[in-house]
């Protein structure tokens, strides 16, 4: 399991609704109050001299979703919360640092996706968090 699927189940047992890179859990569409997680960048390696591939550095973008901006903003505290928390660490890894806030956009209106259905707009916050880790073996 790599960083992003441990963050997904850390926000799940918090019992979150949360997709994995898609607004869908267990193979149904998410509504109401939900965070869709996915990988955003891995930076350039930041291990020493002799292997500099050793040691990584990821960010790991949260979009927390709701049907109004004070909901869209619960689901995102929330997240934080677990985000910057503890949950284990990927396989064969360990955490080099903690978990950092790196940048967000405020809470914004989305547009419904179906233009017949106008009531089913929508609020959303995007998180993005770094993780550092490095090897255990």
């Not at 259905?117 to 998180?127: F, Q």
Request: with cysteine; aromatic share 8%; hydrophobic share 35%.
């Amino acid at each position: 399991m790599n960083v992003t699927d441990r963050l997904v189940d850390a926000l799940r047992a918090a019992g979150m609704p949360t997709g994995d890179a898609e607004a869908r859990q267990d193979g149904k569409e998410l509504t109401g109050r939900y965070a869709v997680v996915w990988p955003v960048a891995e930076h350039a390696p930041d291990g020493t001299a002799w292997d500099p591939n050793q040691d990584r550095t990821l960010d790991v973008q949260i979009t927390s979703c709701g049907p109004t901006r004070r909901a869209a903003d619960q689901v995102a505290e929330e997240a934080r919360r677990v985000a910057l928390g503890s949950f284990p660490p990927p396989d064969s890894y360990g955490w080099l640092a903690p978990a950092a806030y790196v940048t967000g956009n405020p809470t914004t209106r989305e547009n419904p996706s179906d233009p017949t259905r106008p009531e089913l707009r929508g609020y959303y916050r995007a998180d993005v968090y770094r993780y550092a880790i490095t090897p255990t073996a």
